[in-house]
C-alpha cells in the first residue's frame, strides 16, 4: 500500500453497502436470471444459436452428410465437432441457453400468477380526485339527474364487461371499475404452455421411438425391435412394447412429371401404396391405403410412407444349373433420376459370390465418370449394370449393410482374357458367368416403399398446448387492460352553468324543469393503448343514451 | 393438366402489374415531394402546430385530453395537397386486382392453389402486402406510405420474375395437402405483414433520428411523428406475430402428417423458429425498461432481415427436407 492509496478506504468506508451474504448473492443471481432483461438477451441468444444448425450437417437430421463433410473438411471439421456443431440442437451450450430461460420464465411467471390470481379476487382501486389530470378523460353535460346518469353508466360499464367497485360511503357520484384482465391470463396462459410445449417434446424424446424400413412389393413387414433397418428409440423406451402389427405392400404406385420441362421434368407426381395389415398376429386383415401426407395409425403408432425405389429379383444358379436364390434386393436411388445403387449376396455359392453395381430405370449410356446413367426415373428402359465379386461375403461376420458390398476379403471375377467382368442384363434376360462360376438371371423388378413408423406419447399433448398457446397470444396482444372512472356533478336546475365543467348548449336552457348533470370519464391503460380516448368518448356518448332513454321512459 | 394458356395469361397479369405498380410507385414520391415541402413551409411558420399538420395519422396524439372529433382530413390544404398521392392510390388498387387475377390465373392453370413454388409463393406474398395496404388505405390516411410498399413489392415481383421463375406444373406428392394451402398462405400473408412492418420500422427509425437531430429533410416530414410512426409500426407487428406462430404450428402438423415428425430442425424449421424468436424478442424488449423504442425497433428490422435468409438463402443454399419444386 503506498500512500496515495489511502485516500480512497475512507470514502468508501463512509458508504460501505451492508454485506449481501450467501443468501443475499443468490437471491440478488435469481434476480438478475428472471429479470426481463436477463430473459430477453436469452432469447436473442437463442436465436443465433440455432442458426449453426441450418448451415452445418446435423447429424440427428442427415448423419451421411455430416461423415461426408468430416472426411472433406478434416482440421474445420474436427474442431466444429469439438464444440458440438454437428449437433447443435443436443449440444450443451444449446441446452444451457433454453434450460436457463425456461428458469427464468419460471421465475417470472409464478410470481406474476400469484399477483394476477391476487389482481382477480380484488376490487378495481378508487378513482383519483382529479380526474382531468388522467391523460385521457372526456367530459360532457347529460340532460338528466345524477343518479339516473349513474345508473345508466353501471348500465354501460356492466355491459361492456367491466369490473365495478362496490359503492362506497362518501363517494356515491363516482365509479372505478377495471377490465380487460384476460390480457394478463392470457400472458400467464402463454408463457406457461411453452413450458408445456417443451416437457411434452421431452415426453416424446424419452419414450418415443423412430424406425424405418424398405418394404419391396409382395413382402411382409412385422413390426418388432429386430426387424427394423434402423431403430432410434428413446431412452426410456421398452422395446418389447412396440405393436406387433404387420403389413404387406401389394402394389405402390408411382408416377413421374412427363409434361412439363426444365427443372420439373421428371419430378415426382404420385406415391401410394396399396397395403394389406394385421392390428396384431392373428387379427383380421385389412386393405389399407398409405400415401405422402396420408399416414397409417395402429394404435399410437403411425406408419409414413417417406421413400421408394427399385429393387431388381434376380436369380443365380451354379455351374450344374442349381437355383442359388432368387434374390429381390432394394437399391437406393442416389439422384433425382433414380441411378440405384445396391448388392446382391449369394451366400449358397462356393466359393461365395457377390454382386455390386447399379440399376437404371431409364438407361441412358455410359457416363465416363460416373458409369452408367438413368434419364429418367421410372421403368421406360430398366438396366442392371454389375460387377461380380468373389471370396468371403461376410468377413469376421460382422454385421454389414445389405445395400454395398465388403469387399476386403473379395476379388473381382475377370473373363477369360483378364478384363474385369462386368454385366449388363436387361429384364428377362440371363447371362453366363466366366469360368463356369454358373449363371445370373435379371427377371424382373418390383417397387419398394421406404416406410417411417414413428410412436411419438409427446405428439397431442405438444399440439394441445400449441393451440391453447396461440390462444393465449392472442388474448394478451389483443385484450386491453384499462381502467375506468366515472364522476357526476350535480348541475341543478340547468341555470347555473359550471363554466370549465361543461360545454354550452343552447337547447339545455330551453326547459327550466330539467335537471342537468355534469359526466366526466377517464381512463387508465396498461402499456400503450392508442384508442383509449376513442373508447372513452364511446363510453361516454353511450351513458348520456342510456341516461336519457331511461329518463324518457 | 396444365393449361398453358391461362399459365401465359398469368405472366402477362403479373408483368402489368409491374408497370402500374412503378408508375403508382412514381405518384407516391410525388406526393411525398409535394405534402413534404407543405409541411416544411408550416412547421417554420408555426411550429407549434406542425405535429398535428402533417397528417392524419398523427392526430391521435394531439386528440388527447381533449373531446377528441379529428376529422381523418385536414380540411383546407388538402385538395392540391394530396392529387399525386391519390393517383397513386388508385393505381396501386388498381396493381392490386391486377395481381389478384395474376394468382388466379396461375392457380385456375394448375387446377390447385397457386402455392407450390418460391415463385409462387413470391406473387401471393405481393399480392397480400397489396391487398392489406388497400384495404388499409380506405379505412386510414396512409398516403405517406405508399412509396413504401409500392418500392418492396415491385422489387420483390421482379426478382420473382427474373431469378424463381418457375413453369406451371403440378405439385410433387409431398405439397399434395390441405395443409398446403392452410400453412403457406397464413406464413405468406404474415410475411406481408412483417414487410409492411419492416417497412414502417424503418421510417420510423429514420423519422426519429432526423427528429432527434432536427433536420428533418422534405420526404420526412410528409410522415407522421416518430412516436406515432412507432405504434403504427407495433401494432402491425402484434397482428402479424400470432399469424406466424399459426404458420409455425400448421406448418408442424403438416410435418408430423408428411414425415412422421412435427419438428425436425431441418434448416426451414430453424429459421421459421429463429424469425420467431426474434419478433417475439422485439415484442418484449418494447415492454422492457431500459430498452428504448429505437432499440427495440432495430430487432424487428433484425426478424425482417431473418425472413429474408429464410426465404432466399435457406431455400437455395441449404439441403434440407424443405427443398422443393425446383426452385
Redesign the interface.
Known amino acids: 500500500m503506498t500512500d496515495t492509496r489511502k485516500a480512497p478506504p475512507q470514502t468508501s468506508a463512509q458508504i460501505r453497502q451492508p454485506r449481501l451474504g450467501l443468501v443475499g448473492w443468490l437471491r440478488w443471481m435469481w434476480r438478475q436470471l428472471t429479470s426481463?432483461?436477463t430473459?430477453?438477451m436469452l432469447?436473442?441468444l437463442?436465436?443465433v444459436a440455432?442458426?449453426p444448425?441450418?448451415?452445418w450437417?446435423?447429424r440427428?437430421?442427415?448423419p451421411v452428410?455430416v461423415t461426408e463433410y468430416l472426411r472433406e473438411n478434416p482440421t474445420t471439421g474436427e474442431w466444429l465437432d469439438r464444440f458440438g456443431f454437428f449437433d447443435?440442437?443436443s449440444s450443451p451450450w444449446f441446452a444451457a441457453i433454453y434450460l436457463l430461460l425456461m428458469i427464468s420464465l419460471v421465475g417470472c411467471i409464478v410470481p406474476r400468477a400469484g399477483q394476477h390470481w391476487r389482481t382477480l379476487r380484488a376490487q378495481p382501486p378508487r378513482a383519483p380526485r382529479n380526474l382531468h389530470r388522467l391523460?385521457?378523460?372526456?367530459?360532457?353535460r347529460v340532460d338528466a339527474p345524477p343518479e339516473a346518469v349513474l345508473e345508466a353508466a353501471r348500465r354501460v360499464l356492466g355491459r361492456r364487461r367491466l369490473r365495478i367497485r362496490a359503492a362506497e360511503e362518501g363517494r356515491e357520484l363516482e365509479i372505478a371499475a377495471e377490465g380487460g384482465y384476460l390480457r394478463e391470463t392470457g400472458n400467464l396462459v402463454f408463457h406457461i404452455s411453452l413450458l408445456a410445449v417443451i416437457v411434452s417434446?421431452a415426453v416424446g424424446h424419452l419414450w418415443g421411438w423412430?424406425g424405418e424400413i424398405i418394404v419391396p412389393e409382395g413382402e411382409t413387414f412385422t413390426s418388432q425391435a429386430a426387424r427394423f433397418d434402423t431403430l432410434e428409440a428413446g431412452p426410456w423406451v421398452d422395446e418389447n412394447s412396440i405393436q406387433p402389427f404387420s403389413l404387406r405392400l401389394d402394389r405402390l404406385d408411382v408416377e413421374f412429371?412427363t409434361?412439363?420441362?426444365?427443372?420439373?421434368f421428371g419430378?415426382?407426381?404420385?406415391?401410394e401404396g396399396q397395403f394389406t395389415t394385421t392390428d396384431a398376429p392373428g387379427a383380421p386383415e385389412q386393405r389399407q391405403v398409405l400415401?405422402?401426407?396420408?399416414?397409417l395409425h395402429f394404435g399410437s403408432t403411425?406408419v409414413?410412407l417417406?421413400g421408394n425405389g427399385y429393387a431388381p429379383v434376380v436369380t443365380v444358379t451354379d455351374s450344374d444349373g442349381r437355383s442359388l436364390g432368387t434374390f429381390t434386393a432394394p437399391f437406393l436411388p442416389q439422384d433425382d433420376t433414380y441411378t440405384s445403387t445396391g448388392a446382391i449376396k449369394v451366400p449358397a455359392a462356393d466359393p461365395q459370390l457377390g454382386f455390386y453395381g447399379a440399376f437404371l430405370p431409364t438407361f441412358g449410356g455410359f457416363d465416363e465418370a460416373a458409369g452408367p446413367i438413368s434419364t429418367f426415373p421410372d421403368l421406360m428402359d430398366p438396366r442392371l449394370a454389375l460387377g461380380v465379386y468373389e471370396g468371403t461375403l461376410f468377413p469376421g461376420g460382422r454385421p454389414q449393410s445389405v445395400y454395398t458390398l465388403d469387399t476386403a476379403q473379395m476379388e473381382q471375377v475377370t473373363t477369360t482374357d483378364g478384363d474385369v467382368s462386368r454385366i449388363l442384363l436387361a429384364p428377362g434376360e440371363t447371362i453366363e458367368l466366366p469360368g463356369g462360376r454358373g449363371t445370373v438371371s435379371f427377371d424382373g423388378v418390383v417397387r419398394w416403399g421406404g416406410l417411417?413408423v414413428?410412436h411419438?406419447p409427446g405428439?397431442v399433448p405438444?399440439?394441445i398446448s400449441?393451440?391453447v398457446?396461440?390462444g393465449g397470444?392472442?388474448a394478451m396482444?389483443?385484450v386491453k387492460r384499462r381502467r375506468v372512472f366515472v364522476r357526476v356533478t350535480d348541475q341543478g336546475q340547468a341555470t347555473t352553468d359550471q363554466g370549465e365543467a361543461t360545454?354550452d348548449q343552447g337547447e339545455g336552457t330551453a326547459d327550466p324543469g330539467e335537471r342537468h348533470t355534469g359526466l366526466t370519464v377517464a381512463g387508465l391503460a396498461k402499456?400503450?393503448d392508442?384508442q383509449l380516448?376513442?373508447y372513452l368518448?364511446a363510453l361516454a356518448e353511450e351513458i348520456t343514451a342510456a341516461a336519457r332513454t331511461k329518463d324518457d321512459a | 393438366m396444365t393449361d398453358q394458356t391461362l399459365a401465359q395469361a398469368s405472366d402477362i397479369a403479373v408483368w402489368a402489374t409491374m408497370v402500374v405498380l412503378t408508375l403508382a410507385m412514381l405518384a407516391f414520391a410525388g406526393h411525398l415531394a409535394v405534402t413534404g415541402t407543405r409541411a416544411r413551409d408550416r412547421s417554420a411558420a408555426a411550429p407549434a402546430q406542425a405535429g398535428s399538420m402533417t397528417s392524419a395519422g398523427s392526430a391521435d396524439e394531439a386528440g388527447s385530453g381533449s373531446v377528441a372529433v379529428l376529422a381523418p382530413e385536414t380540411p383546407e390544404p388538402s385538395a392540391p395537397n394530396r392529387r399525386w398521392g391519390v393517383i397513386g392510390l388508385q393505381l396501386t388498387w388498381l396493381a392490386t386486382f391486377g395481381l389478384i387475377a395474376g394468382v388466379a390465373l396461375r392457380g385456375l392453370s394448375v387446377g390447385r392453389a397457386p402455392l407450390g413454388n418460391m415463385y409462387e409463393f413470391a406473387i401471393v406474398a405481393v399480392m397480400f402486402t397489396l391487398i392489406v395496404y388497400s384495404a388499409w388505405s380506405l379505412r386510414q390516411d396512409r398516403l405517406w406510405l405508399g412509396l413504401f410498399i409500392t418500392l418492396p413489392a415491385t422489387l420483390i415481383l421482379a426478382a420473382a420474375k427474373l431469378s424463381w421463375y418457375t413453369e406451371a406444373s403440378q405439385l410433387m406428392p409431398s405439397l399434395n395437402s390441405i395443409w398446403l394451402v392452410i400453412h403457406v398462405t397464413v406464413a405468406t400473408l404474415s410475411v406481408a405483414l412483417f414487410t409492411i412492418g419492416c417497412a414502417l420500422a424503418l421510417l420510423y427509425l429514420a423519422k426519429d433520428r432526423a427528429e432527434t437531430k432536427g433536420e428533418v429533410p422534405h420526404w420526412l416530414a410528409a410522415l407522421p411523428s416518430a412516436p406515432s410512426l412507432e405504434r403504427i409500426t407495433y401494432g402491425l407487428h402484434i397482428v402479424a406475430f400470432p399469424l406466424w406462430t399459426f404458420t409455425l404450428i400448421a406448418g408442424a402438423i403438416w410435418a408430423e402428417q408428411a414425415w412422421g415428425r412435427y419438428w425436425g430442425w431441418d434448416p426451414k424449421e430453424v429459421w421459421t423458429f429463429v424469425i420467431w424468436v426474434v419478433y417475439a424478442a422485439y415484442l418484449h424488449a418494447r415492454a422492457t425498461s431500459g430498452w428504448t423504442a429505437r432499440k427495440a425497433t432495430w430487432l424487428a428490422v433484425a426478424g425482417f432481415g431473418c425472413i429474408i435468409i429464410n426465404y432466399a438463402v435457406v431455400n437455395i443454399f441449404f439441403v434440407g427436407w424443405h427443398s422443393y419444386s425446383g426452385v
Open positions: 426481463m432483461r430473459a430477453l432469447l436473442m437463442l436465436a440455432a442458426v444448425g441450418s448451415i450437417p446435423q440427428s437430421v442427415d452428410r447443435v440442437y391523460e385521457a378523460h372526456t367530459r360532457t417434446v423412430r412429371e409434361q412439363a420441362g426444365g427443372a420439373q419430378a415426382p407426381r404420385l406415391f400415401g405422402v401426407n396420408n399416414p403411425s409414413f417417406l417411417v414413428r411419438d405428439r405438444v399440439l400449441s393451440i398457446l396461440l397470444l392472442i396482444l389483443t360545454t402499456g400503450s392508442p380516448q376513442d368518448d
